[in-house]
């Protein structure tokens, strides 16, 4: 029997991005509920809360692109420039909020400059990517197996919409994990934070559920065919009852409910794309078997995966562990 | 004016990659440092090791930060300004890259939260096993960026199509001639470095009278490390520079500023070279030293850049400085080393308040010699980005000029800001000093900001 090495590769590098969404998603979520949370002590928990988590979150995002780079060369070099000004946005937005964490608190007259950077940083960085992924799903212009069209051609009203959508994931994950790790009445906003989140969330995929098959007659067809149509219905019907359950979790104060909520949400909201443009790896020009390096270099980096993996999700684990509980009330003298 | 994409491309990547290994090179040497000085507090029990540890600990968060926020950068950049290189060499570099975010990031990432922010969350066993999981995190990254690097240098174990390289054995791909030298160079750049951040800072809080006790624990710690280290240094400088002068003879005759190939090569200690005249002006030299070094034979014959034509050559005038810069750094800071050692040895090192501000300034060396060394590495090779094989102007991504220098400005002007911002809180906790560690800022109870290593 022989492995079909693309086809694993794109099962680990969408689990490397699913794992960046759904983790650093929670943690740049804190930086966009900033704002309604002006009060100093509130913010320090906030930071508290995620300051031990935020670069092993990040770290799947070098993951993805790493990956990306060795697994789907073929995809990598052609949705980087493609890409390109959503990418540098996102980086520098990254860049921001990220020093941010040790800078805050080293900051006294300064602080509100630090509050903002990491504020701005998370915000832009999150409507970036959601950027980068509507670019994503609109499609690239591709001649020869390089990029072939314009350094504006992301910039679309339906780009515009998915990275409005993306940071309003992020902020019902952040308001999730507010929930959890927070008490008094910065836990009591969290929860109307997330209300208004969860909303925005059903509204934009909603849109982007109906506005993607309309534009893409491709993904039409996977969706709206027999016998897909039947096979498929769950996915949608689901993500109803994720909404919902949200809903419910919220509206009756659940402490694990709407981060789990949440999590539903994206992981539903990641395998509706998944079956939408499958089997595409740069849409809807490039397959996945087309944008794939040889296969020595696959193999040797799925040994180390499987190796390695393991032991990166139980010292991840291990890490979480070490800092459960509620932030900001025992441990720091 | 018109713009020049390639010029460009490597211009923004090298001033992202330059920023970025100043931290590094700081993270590597001071997570070594605070492990040694973790593992001494355990085995004495002395208060001051675990000052100094959190000391340097709260130093070495700031850094790792500026380390990480720029390193995400690069993974992107590589596609984003040279994706027609992403794509050729992918099957090579690839895993190499891959393998350092499985094996070094997350490990890094997985125990860095226990290391600055778990004192009271876990036991001092675990926490010193956290501190060396991050210690070797960083070595484990410089291995294999070390490896893609030197692949690039002097690529081996591949095949080549002309379009794409392909893997044919990895471990000569990873073990390719210039690696084992370029690893130990860049390792022990990155402690002496350290050291002298470290010799750099407590000679200061010596000067200043703060927290005394750690002061002078630290200032020997910075010269005994240095004094040992900066000849080590020198010593695999020179085997990395007869490993170079085998594989790319062309980057020798560079830094070396020599044009034709003759024996007998003077080693120039002043020229201005001019690419256009294939010729040097003002030279200064010293008779046949240049043989001597590079072949250990006073009628040594030492190749030159018109071994090969124009366009193989590589921008002289900024290899051959580049080089003077980082030896004259590495000598002095061998001679500071021994100066401060033989005062320690004799007894008047805390006494002479010019050595030690002979000191402080001498904290900044090690950056400024690694930034001419890379300088030398990576301008030296050029006009080739795969040594020998493939352009650097092949490689470079389709995107529009423009696009590149704007993004290219926002860099310099987030990064320029960044840079004082971490400076400036780097001195702040360096003038608070490792007594002040565990201080509550005016006014503040119970919810304690979780800054770094307190």
């Not at chain 1, 993951?63 to 780079?69: D, N, P």
């Not at chain 2, 002068?245 to 560079?254: G, L, S, T």
């Amino acid at each position: 029997m022989t492995l079909d090495l693309p086809l694993i590769w794109a099962g680990i590098i969408a689990f490397a991005v699913l794992m960046y969404v759904l983790l650093d998603g929670f943690d740049l979520g804190i930086g966009i509920l900033f704002p309604f949370n002006p009060d100093r002590r509130d913010r320090d928990v906030m930071m508290n809360s995620i300051a031990p988590e935020w670069d092993g979150n990040e770290t799947w995002l070098v993951l993805g692109g790493g990956g990306l780079l060795a697994a789907f060369p073929g995809a990598y070099a052609v949705l980087l420039p493609a890409l390109y000004l959503p990418i540098i946005v996102m980086l520098l937005a990254l860049v921001f909020r990220g020093v941010a964490f040790e800078f805050r608190f080293k900051a006294e007259r300064s602080r509100a400059v630090w509050d903002t950077a990491f504020a701005a940083g998370s915000a832009l960085a999150a409507l970036s990517q959601g950027v980068v992924l509507g670019g994503f799903i609109q499609g690239v212009n591709v001649v020869n197996g390089e990029f072939a069209g314009g350094s504006f051609d992301w910039c679309t009203p339906f780009a515009l919409m998915t990275g409005l959508g993306v940071a309003s994931g992020y902020a019902l994950l952040g308001a999730g994990w507010l929930i959890v790790k927070a008490e008094g009445g910065l836990r009591e906003r969290a929860y109307r934070s997330a209300r208004i989140a969860l909303v925005c969330v059903a509204v934009f995929m909603a849109v982007v559920s109906l506005w993607t098959p309309l534009e893409h007659g491709f993904v039409a067809a996977r969706w709206f065919t027999l016998p897909n149509l039947f096979f498929l219905a769950p996915v949608p019907l689901l993500t109803a009852a994720a909404l919902l359950y949200g809903w419910v979790a919220i509206a009756r104060q659940h402490n694990w409910g709407p981060f789990i909520a949440g999590l539903l949400l994206f992981l539903l909201g990641y395998l509706g794309l998944a079956i939408s443009l499958w089997p595409f790896a740069v849409p809807y020009n490039v397959t996945v078997r087309q944008a794939a390096a040889a296969d020595p270099g696959l193999m040797l980096m799925m040994v180390g995966v499987v190796v390695i993996m393991p032991l990166v999700l139980i010292y991840t684990a291990h890490n979480y562990w070490v800092f459960r509980g509620k932030t900001g009330h025992d441990g720091y003298h | 004016m018109e713009l020049d994409p390639v010029l460009l491309a490597r211009t923004q990547f090298g001033f992202a990659i330059s920023f970025h290994i100043l931290f590094p090179t700081l993270t590597i040497g001071l997570s070594g440092f605070i492990l040694l000085l973790e593992a001494l507090w355990l085995r004495t029990g002395r208060e001051a090791y675990l000052r100094l540890a959190k000391f340097w600990t709260r130093l070495f968060a700031l850094a790792f930060g500026m380390g990480v926020v720029s390193g995400v950068v690069l993974s992107y950049l590589l596609g984003a300004n040279f994706s027609r290189f992403s794509a050729a060499t992918a099957n090579v570099l690839g895993p190499l890259l891959g393998y350092e975010v499985l094996t070094a990031f997350f490990l890094e990432a997985g125990f860095l939260g226990i290391m600055l922010f778990g004192w009271n969350r876990v036991g001092p066993r675990l926490h010193l096993f956290a501190t060396a999981m991050v210690a070797v995190g960083t070595l484990i990254s410089a291995f294999w960026i070390l490896a893609a690097n030197s692949w690039m240098q002097t690529p081996a174990g591949h095949t080549f199509d002309g379009a794409r390289f392909y893997v044919a054995d990895w471990w000569a791909v990873i073990f390719n001639p210039s690696f084992p030298y370029r690893l130990m160079h860049m390792s022990m750049a990155a402690y002496v470095t350290a050291a002298f951040v470290v010799a750099a800072v407590s000679a200061w809080h010596l000067l200043k009278g703060r927290d005394v006790e750690s002061a002078r624990l630290g200032l020997r710690f910075g010269i005994g490390l240095a004094a040992v280290l900066a000849p080590l240094q020198i010593f695999i400088g020179d085997l990395h520079g007869l490993n170079v002068q085998e594989h790319q003879p062309v980057k020798i005759a560079a830094m070396e500023g020599l044009w034709e190939t003759r024996g007998a090569a003077p080693l120039l200690l002043f020229a201005v070279p001019d690419q256009k005249a294939e010729t040097n002006h003002f030279e200064i030299g010293v008779p046949k030293l240049a043989s001597i070094i590079l072949k250990h034979d006073a009628e040594g014959v030492v190749k030159g850049l018109k071994e090969v034509p124009p366009q193989d050559r590589p921008f002289v005038f900024q290899v051959f400085w580049a080089f003077r810069i980082m030896v004259g750094i590495g000598l002095a800071m061998l001679a500071l080393s021994w100066l401060g050692a033989l005062a320690w040895w004799r007894g008047w090192l805390e006494r002479s308040r010019l050595l030690l501000w002979t000191f402080v300034p001498m904290g900044g060396s090690g950056f400024l010699a690694v930034l001419a060394g890379w300088s030398v590495a990576e301008t030296g090779r050029q006009p080739w980005i795969v040594y020998g094989l493939m352009r650097t102007a092949d490689a470079v991504s389709p995107v529009a000029a423009g696009v590149v220098l704007s993004s290219l400005l926002a860099f310099v002007a987030v990064y320029a800001a960044l840079f004082v911002a971490w400076l400036y809180y780097s001195a702040k906790v360096i003038r608070r000093g490792p007594d002040a560690g565990d201080t509550h800022e005016p006014g503040e109870q119970g919810q304690r900001p979780m800054a770094a290593g307190n």
